[in-house]
């Protein structure tokens, strides 16, 4: 309309729209149109446009995602079908909701492997896309590369490793001991305590005391912010400029303060690690790679100086953070899942009867004995899915998937949640049933590729073998000592539900504890 006075204006008639100026500017918005479709069609080279939902300008489809984000993407799933495209902001995200694709596109091309680099989530604000989980190219695969040979060296699936873990297992056994009886509520931070402690000693050979404020601190800071950042509706993640509109209100002060302690507390223990160095005794995964920093003189190489010091510190603050709550959380969902079935409980206490009695505690060398174990594990990961939308990865460069076009810096996010509760897949999504890892006597557990709670591909969870140690020593041992039920006098929680946060989490809930082995 003002293009329309303004033209009108121009043309002398002032006041009034004139005739000739409504055909000009129908005639420039109408070339407009044309030219930005031939643009579109010309840079599509003959590929097929993504479908999916329009969203408003600068906003994109933010405000149709409610508090449950999922739920609309699973929506949109049956609508615009297995492959769509949303814009979060003004970020163009494509979505895939079957477990084939999700495989081919995160495994064959490299084009894939990029990540999205949240400005206000970085560990140094000035110094984003370092550590492992945000890094790209070759700063990524060299690191990712180095990460899972020295941790392999130095212990996942090792024995020492197992020692370190089975020491939280133990504290956390005695703690419930003394619980027996009793309501016990706050499950999921009491584990949580115990998986960053076994983590920080395997990565630093610190441990510390489980009611240390400092570990409490590192256990629940970091989700705290990030929850509150996603509970207030996740506009700075989705809007990032406006951290310099209204930092305090979108959360961006209070993240910051937190990667700050976190900081001082990583780079004083690498100082400390640096003053103690022993080249002829390495200890941890930071010895390892202050060995590997102080041999390297090519400048040009991620290990050389102070630059690869940040990387260490980034990457060690990764593996802690990406290991931690989704490990605990998971636990905490076995727990809530065997106190809702009990009959699921009893068949394990059987195995575990059987493999291990109650003469002595239950190793992960007794776990390919232990088929409904492992069968329970994988149901847990599919049932709860404690990461819906997975991680995203960023397209690198234009290219094409499936003959859609896929532009560079288009996010790919996996709908985990919808793969492993689609009816098609699963058949009876909505039971919790490990049976259905399981052959059809029972004997052996066999692997479904279409779980994918650690993704697929490249990027794959470097964690995933220590989680899955970690799960199993710690369900084992528990039922092996214990029989969990609900509360009956509390709130008895729906497991089909969860709480709003980065990770999808069961409601709260209280137990009450039997000591099974008691005589
Ligand atoms: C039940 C527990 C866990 C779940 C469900 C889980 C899930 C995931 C998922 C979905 C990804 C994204 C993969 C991708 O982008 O393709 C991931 C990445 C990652 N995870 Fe885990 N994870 C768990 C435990 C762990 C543990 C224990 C560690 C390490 C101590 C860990 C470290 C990482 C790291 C460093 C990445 C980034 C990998 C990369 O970008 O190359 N995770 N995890």
Redesign the pocket.
């Known amino acids: 309309m003002i293009i329309l006075l303004l033209v009108s204006y121009y043309f002398g008639n002032s006041g009034e729209v004139s005739p000739y100026a409504t055909g000009l500017v129908v005639a420039i918005v109408g070339l407009f149109w044309f030219w930005r479709r031939y643009k579109a069609k010309k840079r599509l080279g003959g590929l097929k446009e993504l479908p999916g939902p329009r969203g408003l300008p600068l906003v994109g489809n933010i405000f149709q995602l409610g508090k449950f984000g999922n739920a609309q993407f699973c929506k949109w799933t049956e609508k615009y079908g297995n492959i769509y495209q949303v814009k979060l902001g003004n970020q163009s995200t494509v979505v895939i909701s079957d477990p084939k694709l999700t495989k081919e596109i995160?495994s064959n091309d490299a084009v894939f492997t990029g990540?999205f680099v949240i400005p206000s989530m970085q560990f140094y604000d000035e110094h984003p896309g370092l550590g492992?989980?945000s890094s790209e190219g070759e700063l990524?695969e060299t690191h990712?590369r180095f990460l899972l040979r020295q941790l392999r060296d130095f212990g996942f699936g090792k024995s020492a490793m197992e020692t370190l873990i089975m020491e939280e297992v133990q504290e956390t056994l005695q703690r419930f001991m003394q619980q027996v009886g009793k309501p016990v509520s706050q499950i999921r931070q009491t584990f949580r305590l115990a998986v960053v402690n076994s983590?920080w000693t395997i990565l630093t050979s610190q441990r510390f005391n489980q009611d240390d404020p400092k570990l409490i601190k590192l256990a629940f800071n970091t989700t705290q912010a990030i929850n509150d950042v996603i509970e207030s509706g996740s506009l700075v993640l989705f809007l990032p400029w406006l951290r310099h509109i209204i930092p305090k209100l979108s959360g961006y002060t209070k993240i910051r303060e937190i990667f700050q302690e976190n900081r001082v507390l990583i780079e004083d223990t690498i100082d400390k690690h640096k003053k103690s160095f022993k080249e002829e005794d390495l200890n941890d995964f930071i010895d390892v790679y202050l060995a590997e920093v102080r041999k390297t003189t090519d400048s040009t190489s991620p290990f050389y100086g102070e630059a690869a010091e940040r990387q260490l510190a980034v990457s060690l603050f990764?593996?802690f953070f990406?290991?931690s709550d989704?490990?605990a959380t998971?636990i905490s969902w076995i727990i809530l899942l065997l106190s809702k079935h009990p009959e699921v409980q009893q068949k394990l206490q059987k195995e575990i009867d059987e493999i291990t009695g109650s003469s002595r505690k239950v190793s992960v060398t007794d776990r390919p004995q232990m088929p409904y174990m492992q069968a329970l594990i994988d149901e847990t990961?599919r049932f709860s899915t404690?990461?819906p939308d997975?991680?995203q990865?960023r397209a690198l460069a234009d290219s094409e998937f499936h003959g859609y076009f896929i532009p560079k810096d288009v996010l790919i996010q996996p709908n985990l949640y919808y793969i492993h509760h689609s009816k098609a897949i699963w058949g009876d999504p909505e039971n919790f049933r490990p049976e259905r890892f399981l052959s059809s006597d029972g004997k052996t557990f066999i692997k479904n590729d279409n779980l994918q709670?650690?993704?697929v591909?490249r990027?794959?969870?470097?964690?995933?073998t220590?989680?899955r140690d970690?799960?199993f020593l710690y369900t084992s041992n528990i039922f092996q000592q214990f029989s969990i039920e609900l509360d009956p006098n509390s709130v008895q929680p729906s497991i089909s539900e969860s709480e709003v946060g980065f990770l999808r989490a069961p409601l709260p809930y209280t137990v009450i504890m039997k000591d099974r082995l008691e005589h």
């Open positions: 995160f990540r492992i989980f990524w990712r983590l990764d593996l990406a290991g989704t490990t998971t990961l404690i990461t997975g991680v990865h709670a650690f993704q591909g990027r794959q969870c470097v964690g995933e220590l989680a970690t799960l």
